[in-house]
Structure formats: C-alpha cells, structure tokens
C-alpha cells in the first residue's frame, strides 16, 4: 500500500526530532518496519521525504544494437534465441534474455518457428 508524504514526514520526525526508534515509530504511525527504516535512511542520506517516481518509460537496450541484431538473423536464420544472447554478450556486453530477444524480433516482424524441414518425420503408418 502506498503511504502519503505527510505520513512519510511524522514517521522520520518521530525518530529524527523526537528520538523514537524505527520500530517504534512504525508501531505508533502503523507503518511496516522496514518502510519506517527506508525512510528514515533516505532522509539522512538525501533529504527526501517523497516517494521515488514509479513506472515510465524503460527504453530497450537492444534498440542501439538493432542493425547488428538484424544483420546477424540474415546472416544465420537458424540460431536460437540463447545463441544470440551469448553472442550478444561477447560482442557488445548487452546481458539479455531469451523473452527480451523473443519481443524484440517480434517487433520487428520476425518468428522463429519451426520450418517444414526441421518437422519430426511422421510415424510409419502415415503413408
């Protein structure tokens, strides 16, 4: 549950001017533990007594490496996904995952499904 900033204020006021312990002022103020202790730390450290933004907008890291992304699925079709990320790694230090890669070329328009050659060989009764 999100907790106002005045809430936020009387909490780290209890222990900074009043000289209550966390726990203490969590117990009065009904606030976990650990939020009266994160609060009070990042006053002292900074001065803050607003909540840190949440959400926005989380650019892809893949995007710079785009062009070296696409040219390296013509170049060679039948990597997988771990295989590119490796290469990814080694090549440009970018650590990412089999979903990033798997929404990045999704983007971009292009699957990794299975070809015709590649199919199991039916069973022999499929004639």
Known sequence: MAHGEALRIRVIKAVVEDGLSRNEAARIFRVGIASAI??????EETQRTAALPTGGD?????????????ELRRKENDLTLDAIAERLL????????????????AGEGISFKKNRARQRTGSPRRR
Do not use: T
């Open 90 to 105: 080694r090549r440009h230090g970018v650590d990412a995952d089999k979903s990033m890669l798997s929404r990045f070329f």
């Open 58 to 70: 989380r650019r892809s890291v893949l995007k710079p490496h785009r062009e070296w992304l696409l």
């Open 38 to 43: 994160r609060w009070v730390k990042a006053f």
